[in-house]
């Protein structure tokens, strides 16, 4: 009895304890979200408040026609999807070919794709601006998207994944007189649900959370992505009006959270395995 | 009938490689040759003048007070960061590697600020440590009677952006900390227990030790983080400033590129960073290669 009661309060201490843990953690969030409904003299009245009083929302709409929200969340979440897209069916298919074939320099092309792990878009931003704009493409979706589009980590995670189902189902495709396509398409693809997912999400927020790329190769307003919103934020916002900006950034990370939330196993998952990432 | 045999389709493996390759090859690898050729030449500023000028760019790198100071900044910056992240991370895996109802809540919140941005993650803490309506400086009032200065003094804003990427990181490095942990069995515990170790010990003695591939790989992940991925931070919070307190390489970089429009200068430095880069990997590779021996 004595044993179980003090079993007790130890778990109801590490309970206790996490509980504050979490709070701290999650504290910027909180704090913003909480500014965010405030008027501005509830802001910055002393002592700072920790709860709104009511719930304002001119904060939200103010911030949401200061900096064009709606376009610029568009313009991410267009970017977003067609690099979630894009990746994953270029991974599947390279990682399909080092996971099911047989082929002269397959060693070779499998390590020049996985070198690209060492080639952080920072280290070559200055070439890739020069590139991008003589192609004709800066300030464009194509000029945004085109660099995100095959990565290392998607070819490699695929080619793991699919080297996990059992060879025989190949052999007997095969017989039956599946060609390689129809293989993938109709055998390989639906079983791969959950690390398609996983990788779906990761690199959704790869190109969601992308910041300098988007900076360097847009430069007008109506192409620009949520991320720069969030600069836009303190340089055209007046001065100190914390509620507005903490408005317009709870709005930029909202889809982001959903995203994690939704797809938090695989997530977790997924990055487990990340290597090199911008 | 032909028998089907994927062999046969021997052209196969490269068309499905083609479309990836097309893409890393323009926008990975010519990029980055380009970055080493342009790095030698002398560009004109808005011009399309370039004068080949062989090592220049790096001598005047390296004899440039600021880029020297940026460079031990960053090395200060990458240190204090790996150090403190991986300290807090630590401790907050073992507390959330118990068996305990609910647990799985708390890794979920543990894990939220790595999906976050880090221009999101610069916009939280400005607004959290401004020191008129941010609550960090009333807590500190409260508590101690101070006010720090965060973002106006170079000390404390260089303060200011490791807390925001320690906070940022957290979540990766639980993440591989848990994994770690949840492949340490529970016989090597048991066992030290029951030769009278406490759990201080045996966190010394066993966890940690146990750990060290898992931190050694973090530390370079967490390398890489930090000196690449903190640029959102850092323009949101201080534009490395004040008075260049947190100009870190990144930062740098950028501004040699787009503002003053330095390109040969801009491209040297991202061969500086390649360098590091590879580096890096290669000491990751190394340890990989004894990380299979150890297991």
């Known amino acids: ?278 | 009938m032909k028998e089907q045999d994927y062999d046969s389709h021997f052209s196969v493996p490269y068309l499905l490689i083609l479309p990836s390759m097309i893409i890393l090859t323009f926008f990975l690898y010519w990029p980055t040759v380009q970055s080493v050729i342009l790095s030698l030449y002398r560009t004109a500023p808005f011009g399309s003048r370039k004068i080949y000028s062989g090592f220049d760019n790096y001598i005047n790198l390296f004899t440039d007070p600021t880029y020297r100071a940026s460079l031990v900044r960053t090395s200060v910056f990458v240190l204090v960061t790996i150090f403190g992240g991986l300290a807090i991370s630590l401790i907050l895996s073992v507390l959330v590697n118990q068996k305990l109802k609910g647990i799985k809540i708390y890794r979920t919140i543990f894990f939220i600020p790595y999906a976050i941005s880090p221009t999101v993650s610069g916009s939280l803490w400005v607004f959290l440590l401004n020191p008129v309506a941010g609550h960090i400086n009333y807590f500190l009032d409260l508590l101690f009677n101070i006010q720090i200065p965060w973002l106006t003094n170079g000390f404390f804003a260089f303060i200011a952006i490791i807390i925001a990427t320690i906070w940022k990181n957290m979540g990766f490095n639980i993440i591989f900390f848990l994994a770690g942990l949840q492949s340490i069995p529970d016989s090597v515990y048991e066992s030290a227990r029951i030769d009278g170790a406490n759990s201080f010990q045996i966190f010394r003695k066993i966890t940690v030790p146990l750990l060290s591939p898992t931190t050694f790989y973090l530390i370079i992940m967490n390398i890489i983080f930090t000196v690449f991925q903190s640029f959102g931070i850092v323009d949101i919070m201080t534009q490395g400033g004040p008075a260049d307190a947190t100009n870190i390489l990144i930062y740098q970089l950028y501004r040699d590129m787009f503002v003053n429009f330095r390109l040969g200068l801009a491209a040297a430095q991202s061969v500086i960073l390649l360098i590091l880069v590879l580096i890096v990997t290669f000491f990751h590779f190394k340890f990989v290669s004894k990380g299979v021996h150890y297991q």
């Open chain 1, 1 to 278: 009895m004595r044993k179980s009661r003090k079993d007790f309060l130890n778990k109801l201490f590490i309970h206790l304890l996490l509980i504050v843990i979490s709070f701290i953690v999650l504290m910027p969030i909180l704090l913003a979200l909480s500014v965010s409904f405030q008027p501005r003299d509830q802001i910055f009245s002393y002592p700072p408040s920790l709860i709104p009083e009511r719930l304002y929302f001119d904060n939200y709409i103010n911030a949401w026609n200061l900096v064009n929200l709606d376009r610029l969340l568009l313009n991410s979440l267009f970017a977003s999807i067609i690099v979630m897209f894009g990746k994953l069916a270029l991974g599947v298919l390279s990682g399909y070919a080092f996971s099911h074939f047989e082929f002269k320099y397959k060693k070779t092309l499998f390590f020049a794709i996985l070198f690209t792990l060492m080639l952080p878009m920072q280290v070559r931003v200055v070439p890739l601006f020069v590139f991008v704009s003589n192609l004709g493409l800066a300030n464009t979706y194509s000029g945004l998207v085109l660099p995100f589009l095959a990565s290392a980590t998607t070819t490699f995670l695929m080619r793991q994944h699919f080297l996990t189902i059992p060879k025989s189902l190949m052999e007997s495709a095969q017989l039956d007189g599946c060609g390689p396509f129809r293989f993938l398409f109709q055998i390989l693809i639906p079983l791969s649900g959950p690390a398609l997912a996983g990788l779906a999400t990761v690199n959704f927020l790869v190109m969601w959370n992308a910041y300098l790329w988007p900076l360097i190769i847009l430069n007008s307003d109506e192409m620009k992505v949520a991320q720069q919103g969030v600069k836009m934020l303190f340089t055209s916002a007046s001065e100190r009006d914390w509620g507005l900006i903490m408005a317009g950034t709870i709005i930029v990370v909202i889809p982001t959270i959903i995203v994690f939330l939704l797809a938090q196993k695989f997530f977790v998952k997924g990055i487990a395995t990340q290597g090199i990432k911008e």
